[in-house]
Nanobody, 115 residues
Framework: QVQLVESGGGLVQPGGSLRLSCAAS????????MRWYPQAPGNQREWVAT???????NYAASVKGRFTISRDNAKNTVYLQMNSLKPEDTAVYYC?????????WGQGTQVTVSS
């Protein structure tokens, strides 16, 4: 069993920055990939970033160069540093992992980019 808890969302002006956190509990965090998925109102969740257990990263084209995913295995936490935010980044951001064939999601954290 894995539990994920996101935090760090909020209201930010265009061009601003936020850092999201996803704290994981349960076994196997260090051996799992972690992913971030924003979901804008009326849209499906859309993958934006992955970090593997070894620290390799991958990004969607829409956020490459602006977002950075990282992990601290000692704290069982994954982060998403978001810079140069745009209004279209507004969404509820969910972190995700899989373990023993099961998919796990957090409750999400709201990010609103607006002037």
């Amino acid at each position: 069993q894995v539990q994920l808890v996101e935090s760090g969302g909020g209201l930010v002006q265009p061009g601003g920055s936020l850092r999201l956190s996803c704290a994981a509990s349960g076994r196997g965090f260090t051996s799992n990939f972690m992913r971030w998925y924003p979901q804008a109102p009326g849209n499906q969740r859309e993958w934006v970033a992955t970090i593997t257990s070894g620290g390799n990263t991958n990004y969607a084209a829409s956020v490459k160069g602006r977002f950075t995913i990282s992990r601290d295995n000692a704290k069982n936490t994954v982060y998403l540093q978001m810079n140069s935010l745009k209004p279209e980044d507004t969404a509820v951001y969910y972190c995700n992992t899989a373990s023993s064939g099961l998919d796990y999601w957090g409750q999400g954290t709201q990010v609103t980019v607006s002037s």
